[in-house]
């Protein structure tokens, strides 16, 4: 019998191209991408299944990848892409903000992020649900998020003092 997998796993966007119905948003992130000038942290917000952390982990990829392309997406075969493909990358982090909601562990992130990237340039903290920290945690986390260290990006789903992208529903006709 073969693995399982949930469909939004299975189907999940690889590109910013094939994010559905988010345009906007992908043009801004590749621009800023292109002109290398990415915020510190950005705020991803929306409904659910729009595309807010398979957005977040192409722009992870992408701005890690050592040959991107043209159109500035990710190559998929240098070796910072396939450890990012394969789930290995020591420069993305994904932290479950509902299940991970205490001081000690955001203490353990901040800890984490005092240490250089370890191949390409840029440490990425995708931090889903971030809104469900406790307000303890969200405070210990807040002076890092505010500050970070200069290789040192943070990629929310749904609160902070970061740059704010809100997603649009997926329209039939972008589908």
Same mark, same amino acid.
């Given at each position: 019998?073969?693995?399982?997998?949930?469909?939004?796993?299975?189907?999940?966007?690889?590109?910013?191209?094939?994010?559905?119905?988010?345009? @906007?948003?992908?043009?801004? =992130?590749?621009?800023?991408?292109?002109?290398?000038?990415?915020?510190?942290?950005?705020?991803?917000?929306?409904?659910?299944?729009?595309?807010?952390?398979?957005?977040?982990?192409?722009?992870?990829?992408?701005?890690?990848?050592?040959?991107?392309?043209?159109?500035?997406?990710?190559?998929?075969?240098?070796?910072?892409?396939?450890?990012?493909?394969? &789930?290995?990358? =020591?420069?993305?982090?994904?932290?479950?903000?509902?299940?991970?909601?205490?001081?000690?562990?955001?203490?353990?992130?901040?800890?984490?992020?005092?240490?250089?990237?370890?191949? &390409?340039?840029?440490?990425?903290?995708?931090?889903?649900?971030?809104?469900?920290? @406790?307000?303890?945690?969200?405070?210990?986390?807040?002076?890092?998020?505010?500050?970070?260290?200069?290789?040192?990006?943070?990629?929310?789903?749904?609160? &902070?003092?970061?740059?704010?992208?809100?997603?649009?529903?997926?329209?039939?006709?972008?589908?």
């Amino acid at each position: 019998m073969s693995e399982f997998v949930v469909s939004a796993r299975k189907y999940r966007p690889q590109t910013f191209d094939t994010v559905v119905g988010q345009k @906007s948003i992908t043009s801004t =992130l590749r621009n800023a991408i292109k002109n290398d000038h990415l915020a510190q942290a950005f705020l991803f917000c929306g409904s659910r299944g729009v595309g807010k952390t398979s957005t977040a982990r192409i722009l992870a990829k992408t701005i890690n990848c050592f040959n991107r392309t043209e159109n500035i997406e990710a190559c998929d075969k240098c070796e910072s892409c396939e450890s990012f493909n394969s &789930g290995a990358s =020591l420069n993305v982090y994904e932290l479950d903000g509902a299940s991970n909601n205490s001081v000690e562990e955001i203490r353990n992130l901040i800890d984490k992020v005092r240490v250089a990237p370890q191949l &390409g340039t840029h440490k990425i903290y995708i931090i889903d649900e971030v809104h469900m920290l @406790s307000s303890s945690a969200f405070n210990a986390f807040l002076k890092t998020l505010e500050e970070p260290p200069q290789a040192c990006y943070f990629y929310l789903s749904d609160h &902070g003092k970061a740059q704010n992208h809100p997603y649009n529903i997926v329209s039939m006709p972008d589908i």
